[in-house]
C-alpha cells in the first residue's frame, strides 16, 4: 500500500517534470523571490483551519524537508514519545507555482514526491531544479519552545517568523504517510501571539503534510529518534 501510494505521487508529477543535465550548484547572488503572489493565494489548500485574515497577504510559500523530532526518556515502552520540534529546509516554491498554469493540480503532490525522492538526494535535486523549487530560502527550527521560520536565504534583515500553535486538524486521508507508514503530520496554523518576528511576517500555514507523524508507544524507539516528513508553509503577514 504504501509503494502505491508514493508510486502514485510520482506518476501523479511525472509531466510536471523536465529532463535536467546536472545537479544544482550553488548561486552566490542573493535570491529574490516574487513579491506578489496574489495568484497563487487563491490556491490556497482549504482545511478547517481558520482562514487567513483580511488584513493578512501571502507572503512565501516554502517546500520544508526534514525531520520531526521525538523523546523515549522514561524507560517505559508502553509511553507515548515525547515532542522536541522540528528541524527542516525550507525551499521556495511560491515564485514558480505563481505563474505555473497547472499549479492547482500540482500543489497537492509536491510534498508526497519531494518525500520520497528524499533519500535520493540526486534525484530530488533534479526534480526540484525542474520545477524551479531548487532555491533555499531559509530554515524552520526551534528556539526553545518557540517555533521558528528564518528566510535566513533572503537579503537582510531577512523575515523570521517567531510562531505558536493556534489550531489544528488532521490531515487529509490521502495524505502520504512517509517512507515507512508512519502517518503525516497534522495541519496547523502558527501565529505570532507577542509581536516578535520581524520582515513583515508573522503567521504560517503548516500543510500538505508527508510522513513526519510518532509511532503509537516507546516500543522498539531509541531514548531520541527522527521521523523524516516534508510540508508545505504558506507564510503571511500583514499587507
Known amino acids: 500500500m504504501l509503494f502505491s501510494t508514493l508510486s502514485t505521487a510520482v506518476a501523479s508529477l511525472a509531466l510536471f517534470t ?19 503572489l496574489s495568484r497563487l493565494a487563491k490556491l490556497f489548500p482549504q482545511s478547517d483551519l481558520p482562514s487567513p485574515t483580511d488584513g493578512q497577504v501571502l507572503k512565501y510559500v516554502a517546500l520544508g524537508l526534514g525531520t520531526q523530532n521525538y523523546t523515549c526518556l522514561t524507560g517505559d515502552e508502553n509511553a507515548v514519545p515525547g515532542t522536541t520540534g522540528a528541524l527542516a529546509t525550507l525551499y521556495d516554491i511560491g515564485t514558480s507555482l505563481n505563474y505555473d498554469p497547472i499549479a492547482k493540480w500540482k500543489i497537492g503532490s509536491i510534498s508526497a514526491l519531494a518525500l520520497s525522492l528524499s533519500v535520493r538526494p540526486q534525484q530530488l535535486d533534479l526534480n526540484l531544479r525542474s520545477q524551479g523549487f531548487e532555491h533555499m530560502i531559509g530554515h524552520h527550527f526551534f528556539n526553545g519552545s518557540t517555533p521558528t521560520f528564518s528566510l535566513d536565504q533572503l537579503a537582510q534583515p531577512y523575515p523570521v517568523a517567531r510562531v505558536a500553535k493556534v489550531a489544528e486538524t488532521d490531515p487529509p486521508k490521502s495524505a502520504c504517510p512517509g517512507n515507512q507508514g508512519e502517518g503525516a503530520i497534522k495541519w496547523l496554523l ?16 503548516r500543510v500538505e503534510t508527508a510522513g513526519g507523524n510518532k509511532s503509537a508507544t516507546c516500543k522498539g524507539k531509541k531514548a531520541t529518534f527522527e521521523v523524516a516528513y516534508a510540508a508545505q508553509y504558506w507564510i503571511f503577514g500583514p499587507k
Open 18 to 36: 523536465g529532463s535536467v543535465s546536472a545537479v544544482p550548484t550553488p548561486n552566490t547572488a542573493v535570491y529574490k523571490p516574487a513579491k506578489d
Open 190 to 205: 502558527l501565529t505570532d501571539t507577542v509581536g516578535i518576528s520581524q520582515g513583515g511576517i508573522n503567521t504560517v500555514y
